[in-house]
């Protein structure tokens, strides 16, 4: 046998033997039979919290619904000439226009050689160069404190003060944040420890906005439900808190309690005193209260009024205002402005420990700072045009018209969803988004099982690829057993809006014949 | 008592303490320094983050034209802005949902700004493929690194998640590694050498891991912060030797890529070196590296945007990674905006493209100058020592303290470059930060400064510094 000859028989011989006896690294035959080396990141070696974590307002059914405009524009014929996205709140993004005093000031902070240009009013150029003397070497591209910038969290507190008829406001408690989101889950991650039944537990609305269920997935803290009640126009029964904290005492320990006011996605404004049995619930069972009020200037129904959670408990008195801990989120996102893309936000921080007011401090830093362009936007939202100033009527004008627009599409989408046999929509009294109540056949539920789909999903899909309209399910955000919801939102204009219920109607009627 | 008695303490277990007690301290002089309180010095020069804007230096033009035009679009009607500005600002809006900055974007990011981030990558890197949908655009570079370590680090784990960790490195990869519940294993750079990356270090690192945590990856950072060093190719192949052969997932930090000061330095990606190396480690290496719109001579850190690639990661893996950001809903968009002009900027030809070019290099020459004086004056001061700043936004000078200083030091409950580093601030105004903060070789001590700042800054800093230290050290002697 020749020198060639026995390094073949050497190799062959060699690659029967099994991969570990050679000494090297476990090596997987794929599907199409290509030798592949196992990853260090699998399914299996990942965080295993992580794998909990689902966000429906960006999940399976808007990831269809970008491919379905992909094909769209890519000439495929479809029954509808445009995919509707009416799953996210993003005024803008449904043609709602930004106040132009606004991005006056943020355009005179972008680029500042503009301060000359006569087309922009004083007001905002003075504003701007206010703006920019506050931020590091008069430029938005320089960090900012990690607490955010000094003259805007005191710009804040004025604004809080005055919302609130006054009651006091530290700027020390002010934390300025990336959307409300980073402050949330931030105050999540402070708080969750402990193990077993010591587990941190935090309680949440169902339906909420899954934000919430996202993190507390992540973060591997229980998730504590407290059921809305729909009869009732989603209002909250302290009676409920009670229950669902009892039964969660048995298997965590309950630390906090989150609430959003006005309801994401269910619209309800509570009641003052509604507010007022939560802060003494929490008061009583010792939870830290977590008061999402992103929605505050969206309030539209006729006897329904916002009340901050800071105001009604320090109306309370002594008793409560000294004791209650308590952190409430805002945000540039929602309420008039719909500035989504800039991420501003703030948490105000009352009653809490010093000692864990700076570890709070220190795990916001990480991110380094809140954007700044953010910052800005969040600074002339708390600070808006004042009488006499030259930008004011126009403001008020475009605010008014932007507001009085949405509480007219809220009254709208009531109406026509209630025209509808099977749909049952609570009124919407503020927020962005209707939640109604969908009647779907047993047949349908039966299909949608087999597929491996929940019902209420199965059904938003085929409204998706039937017509063009993006919705989330109802279970993406919690519902009571065996009902099913749809979260659509009321940002579309007005006659897109019309245009769109009657779709939906003729959806639903046709859904409902077919699985009948 | 309070509700939050009791923290994750994961959270308490994160250290920070050395700068927030100096930052205390520098806003109480500037304090004094407004109310007229005589000092030796009228501003403090504040080089303690790598943040070019605040000491001084200017936001690219183009990139800001078009920020603006975006933000208030009537300027697309106005002559003070030029045609190409207006017309990349047209070009992002329409695809804007709504034609607007206000709207959410998509979660990885505008979608053909992804794909022009790719196509950047791929010219970067010599013709390497890159894959867009491998592509996430970030609100900053640490949001992403925190992303990605949450699906690496398994908090429940017993023993815990390690991943190796620079020393010196800078602080925030490892607060986040802490605050999740996992270890962070410090590998030593070679401070004679240039602060090189030696790979028996890392072996060493590993080894010392042994029946203390589980490494799962090792991170670096290249060019390093706060140590200047840009790693060679060989040194590159090196890192992915050993992570493909210890099994471990590469993260590289190279926010720094576009600040290379040393002569015949040349910053030369890990993804371009993968790619080069070919099978099996082109095919297998997992490998997330990250770049920001904060570093690179836009210096556009309060703009808050960044972007990871990822390399090689299981498909099943990718779509919890991007629930994990959806979640976030998506970048800030004038973030996103500059990003596009970062990757994609003026061409020959353009009208923007002269300017853009003159004020691009004008910061690249100042931080070539700076890092020249730096090296220059810190070595010649006896009892300092410094590294050449090859690349990177800071100096990471050597303070060889007498033992009289580190007494004093270790009398007042502080760390001895922490002392001496509160000294620089109280009697000369310049704001440093010390090496404690970093992790470095035990008794050894450092200073760190941001050297992107203004020539004549530099220059005054410098000065200072060469004063402060002298009166120092004789002190002290």
Not at chain 2, 171 to 187: C, F, H, N, Q, R
């Amino acid at each position: 046998m020749n020198h060639g000859t026995a390094l073949l028989w050497k190799r062959r011989a060699l690659s029967s033997l099994s991969a570990t006896r050679r000494g090297l690294p476990k090596e997987k035959m794929t599907e199409n039979g290509v030798m592949s080396r196992a990853k260090v990141l699998t399914i299996d070696t990942m965080n295993p919290t992580v794998k909990k974590v689902e966000y429906a307002v960006r999940g399976p059914i808007v990831q269809r619904a970008v491919e379905l405009e992909r094909e769209l524009s890519e000439g495929m014929k479809k029954p509808f000439a445009e995919v509707i996205r009416a799953n996210i709140g993003d005024a803008h993004a449904m043609g709602q226009q930004p106040i132009t005093f606004f991005r006056q000031v943020l355009a005179l902070c972008s680029y500042p050689e503009l301060l000359s240009d006569n087309t922009f009013p004083e007001d905002a150029k003075s504003r701007a160069c206010r703006i920019l003397q506050s931020c590091g070497g008069n430029s938005l591209g320089a960090y900012s404190a990690s607490q955010g910038i000094d003259s805007v969290r005191h710009d804040v507190a004025r604004y809080i003060e005055r919302r609130d008829g006054g009651v006091p406001c530290d700027p020390d408690d002010i934390y300025l944040t990336t959307g409300a989101s980073d402050g949330i889950v931030t105050m999540l991650k402070l708080l969750v420890c402990g193990e077993g039944a010591g587990r941190t537990g935090v309680m949440i609305s169902i339906p909420q906005y899954p934000l919430y269920s996202a993190a507390l997935a992540e973060l591997g803290a229980v998730q504590i439900n407290y059921y809305l009640n729909e009869e009732k126009c989603w209002s909250l029964d302290i009676s409920e808190l009670q229950r669902a904290l009892d039964e969660a005492r048995r298997y965590c320990n309950p630390r906090a309690l989150c609430i959003i006011n006005p309801g994401n996605p269910t619209g309800q404004v509570q009641s003052r005193e509604c507010i007022e049995d939560v802060i003494r619930f929490a008061a009583k069972e010792r939870l830290f209260l977590m008061a999402d009020e992103v929605y505050q200037d969206n309030v539209y129904a006729d006897g329904c009024q916002f009340h901050s959670f800071k105001k009604v408990l320090f109306e309370m008195g002594p008793e409560y205002s000294e004791t209650v801990e308590l952190a409430s989120f805002h945000s540039t996102s929602k309420c008039y402005m719909g500035e989504c893309g800039f991420r501003g936000g703030y948490m105000e921080i009352i009653n809490m420990d010093e000692e864990v007011k700076a570890q709070l401090t220190k795990l916001l830093s990480v991110r380094l700072c809140p954007p700044v362009p953010g910052q800005a936007l969040m600074d002339l939202v708390v600070n808006p045009p004042r009488p006499g100033e030259p930008s004011y009527d126009s403001f008020i004008k475009e605010r008014t018209a932007t507001l009085s627009a949405l509480a007219e599409k809220a009254k709208l989408t009531e109406q026509v969803l209630n025209t509808v046999q099977g749909i049952s929509c609570n009124p919407v009294q503020g927020a962005m988004y209707s939640f109604p109540r969908i009647t779907i056949p047993d047949k349908a539920i039966n299909e949608a099982t087999d597929q491996g789909q929940l019902p209420d999903m199965f059904y938003c899909m085929k409204m998706l690829e039937e017509t063009g309209i993006c919705l989330v399910p109802g279970s993406g955000f919690g519902q009571k057993d065996g009902t099913y919801h749809f979260r659509m939102t009321i940002l579309p204009p007005r006659d897109k809006l019309k245009i769109l219920l009657n779709k939906v109607k003729e959806f639903h009627q046709k859904f409902t014949q077919q699985y009948s | 008592m309070s509700v939050l008695q009791k923290i994750n303490p994961d959270v308490k277990l994160m250290k920070q303490l050395e700068y927030a007690f100096m930052a205390k301290l520098a806003i109480h002089i500037k304090e004094q320094l407004r109310k007229g309180v005589k000092k030796p010095y009228k501003t403090i020069i504040d080089v303690s983050f790598g943040d070019p804007h605040k000491a001084g230096v200017k936001p690219l033009t183009f990139a800001r034209q078009v920020i603006a035009a975006c933000t208030y679009p009537k300027l697309m009607n106005s002559d003070k802005l030029p045609l190409d500005a207006k017309q990349r600002a047209q070009w992002l809006l329409d695809r804007c949902p709504g034609q607007s900055v206000g709207s959410y974007t998509a979660t990885a990011g505008i979608p053909e700004t992804v794909h022009k981030i790719s196509a950047f990558i791929t010219r970067r890197d010599g013709g390497a493929p890159s894959d867009p949908k491998n592509i996430f655009i970030t609100a900053g570079s640490q949001w992403a690194l925190m992303n990605i370590l949450n699906v690496l680090v398994n908090k429940q784990a017993s023993p815990r998640t390690g991943v190796l960790t620079p020393a010196p490195g800078h602080d925030k990869a490892v607060l986040s590694i802490v605050g999740m519940g996992g270890e962070t294993i410090p590998y030593y750079l070679t401070e004679e050498q240039g602060w090189a990356l030696q790979v028996e270090e890392l072996q060493r690192a590993l080894d010392s891991a042994q029946g203390v945590c589980k490494p799962v990856a090792l991170y670096v950072i290249n060019p390093g912060n706060p140590a200047g060093h840009v790693q060679s190719r060989k040194s590159i192949q090196e890192v992915i030797r050993f992570v493909s052969e210890k099994r471990l997932f590469l993260l590289a930090d190279e926010v720094y890529q576009d600040c290379v000061q040393g002569e015949n330095t040349e910053f030369v990606s890990y993804k371009r070196v993968l790619n080069e190396m070919g099978p099996p480690f082109s095919e297998t290496v997992e490998l997330a590296s990250f770049h920001s719109v904060s570093k690179s001579v836009m210096g556009e850190c309060g703009l808050r945007c960044g972007y990871v690639e990822l390399v090689n990661v299981d498909p099943a893996v990718m779509k919890h990674i991007f629930t994990l950001f959806s979640k976030g809903s998506c970048s800030p968009v004038l973030g996103q905006i500059a990003l596009d002009v970062m990757i994609n900027p003026p061409q020959p030809g353009d009208p923007s493209y002269t300017l853009y070019n003159q004020e691009t290099q004008h910061i690249r020459d100042m931080l070539i100058q700076n890092a020249k004086r730096v090296y220059e004056v810190v070595n010649s001061l006896p009892g300092l020592s410094c590294q050449p700043v090859d690349g990177g936004a800071f100096a990471f000078p050597r303070v060889f303290l007498p033992p009289k200083a580190i007494k004093k030091a270790k009398d007042l409950g502080m760390e001895p470059d922490t002392f001496y580093s509160v000294r620089l601030l109280e009697e000369a105004g310049v704001f440093v930060r010390p090496g404690c903060g970093y992790k470095q070789k035990k008794d050894t001590y450092h200073i760190r400064f941001c050297i992107m700042t203004p020539r004549d800054m530099m220059d005054e800093l410098l000065g200072r510094l060469t004063s402060f230290h002298r009166k120092f050290m004789m002190d002290f002697a």
